[in-house]
């Protein structure tokens, strides 16, 4: 159906909806929103929402909760900016969208994923929302930490900040290729004065898994980073166990970081 006929199979108060909508540039438009603004009873309202959809003019994100599509964006409809879906799903903002959706964000890969990562406490799925890929892990509070909050089209979105990116780069390598290239790029950042060192050290300190904190620490070692400036991280894995990253004892202890070395560097 092409633009012309859609407008001629609408009814007034659907034509009333598009214009509106459109005029407003509106992008996200809730059910109670066209029930207030539109004077609808729930019934007609969703007669009204069956057809548009039909018409690809509304898409759902969640039951309730619907894209707006413009008619002068054809038959594939408009997109969506991805950041904007998160907040719906966690209006408590016990989330943030972080792993590969922000190591394009800050620049440390020019490859452009295709899964939303979205870490929170409270869900674990996957699902397709508007053609677009979205994760949800689900991580203990513990996690929850190193956060900044930006502005999409007015709406308050929560991200990882650089640093705690970093961080997560370490722990999830798996998008830019694995440890090697991960900490190639942690050394550039901090080498070329990218990022916040106080910030990055506080925050790997922080993070509870063990095995990522001397990951980082054997990194930041071959970094400008002092001695001094590491202490933190130091301490936080000295009375610990002795590791090896791969499946072998054999090599050179690294006693400060409590570490079979050359395993790590294979």
Not at 22 to 39: M, P
């Amino acid at each position: 159906m092409n633009q012309k006929n859609t407008y001629q199979s609408l009814g007034p108060i659907e034509t009333n909806i598009i214009s509106r909508l459109t005029y407003e540039k509106r992008n996200i438009i809730r059910a109670k929103e066209l029930d207030q603004l539109f004077n609808l009873s729930p019934e007609d309202r969703k007669q009204i929402v069956f057809r548009l959809k039909k018409k690809n003019i509304l898409l759902t994100i969640k039951p309730g909760i619907y894209v707006f599509s413009p008619l002068e964006a054809g038959l594939q409809g408009t997109g969506v900016n991805e950041f904007l879906i998160p907040p719906i799903f966690f209006p408590k903002k016990n989330y943030y969208i972080g792993y590969s959706t922000m190591y394009s964000y800050y620049g440390f890969t020019e490859q452009l994923f295709q899964t939303v990562y979205v870490l929170n406490t409270s869900k674990y799925m996957g699902k397709i929302i508007c053609g677009l890929s979205y994760k949800f892990i689900k991580i203990p509070e513990n996690c929850f930490y190193g956060l900044e909050k930006i502005k999409v089209k007015d709406e308050e979105v929560n991200i990882s900040s650089k640093e705690r990116t970093l961080i997560d780069l370490i722990y999830f390598n798996k998008p830019v290729g694995g440890r090697k290239r991960a900490s190639e790029i942690l050394k550039k950042f901090v080498n070329n004065d990218k990022c916040d060192i106080v910030k990055l050290v506080e925050y790997a300190t922080r993070f509870p898994i063990i095995k990522t904190r001397k990951q980082i620490g054997l990194i930041l070692d071959e970094t400008k980073i002092t001695k001094k400036a590491l202490i933190p991280l130091v301490k936080s894995i000295e009375k610990t166990s002795i590791i090896s990253f791969e499946n072998t004892r054999r090599g050179t202890l690294n006693k400060k970081w409590r570490v079979i070395i050359n395993a790590a560097q294979e």
